[in-house]
């Protein structure tokens, strides 16, 4: 277990890094995006911005492509922002009457893999802004997500002394709320990864790099400290997805040791039966909201999370 300057506990999330906002009316709040995040205009800065950074002209390009036809498709710009204080490697909040831009936030340590990461959460807007009005939808949390969790965290931690108890409520809402975002991400994110792969050889590496750091963070859900910090109706969702995860993109590679470990921890099944689901339900955008209830229904997290149209 880490801790903070004050000595108190400090969680790493269990839920997977690239996540977006479930959004919802029960949501969580926004990023916060104060001045020590250094925002990179879009138009000619955002241009500049991208030919400063290193990259070759083949990386680039995809990046210019993918932010432009974001912009085409729904209107609005794009900003380019790293933010040292986000908790992942990087997320889009698409732009609404309220927001009149699309903020991409990106971990400044993943600035390596940028390329990809725009690329990836372009294709996961694109997605939202192209799909049938009817079928467009946010993740809610129902009213009894936190009281329930903070219960099982209570429970859990009842009689011991590894984590002070007035700590339990804020990893109670950490814990869900990463739940909610894992669930709307994850299901489609193996939808984009699949398209990038075989449209974007370009990207394949970068690619590759950044799923392989994810892949290493969600492993934590199958370590002893997991145990000790949350009870089994957390991790076991979680890992049933990191599981799947780490099914399809073993197959995606060739590389069955990426999934042995979820294997060995007794998660194949779950892994088997999510991804059937992305045999069953169409791959088009506008059956997200299908897939990501069917994951609902099968991990339990229908009992706290509900889809709602935007």
Known sequence: MNCD???EPRLTPLAPKRFRDFGGSNGPPPVPTGSSSSPIKCGLLLDESIFQSGFPLDLIEPQREFIGRVESASGKPVILQSDPKFAGHATIKIATKDQPAHLLLYKPEQKEVLPYLVAYECEFALRTI?????????LAFKPNMLPEVLELMQRHHQGKDDIPSHVLPQLAKQFGNGLGLQLRSMPITM????????????????????IDRQLQENMGALSPRAKVLSPDEIIR???????AFAKFFAGLWNAPMVFAPYVAAGYGEAANALLAFHEQIPAGSDHDRELVDAWAKYTGLDLWFETEGR
């Open 237 to 243: 969702p979680n890992a049933s997805m990191n599981a």
């Open 5 to 7: 300057s004050k000595g």
């Open 191 to 210: 939808r984009i990864d699949k398209l990038l792969h075989d449209s974007h050889p370009e990207l394949s590496e970068l690619q590759h790099e950044s």
């Open 130 to 138: 192209q799909a049938d009005p009817s079928t467009q939808f946010n």
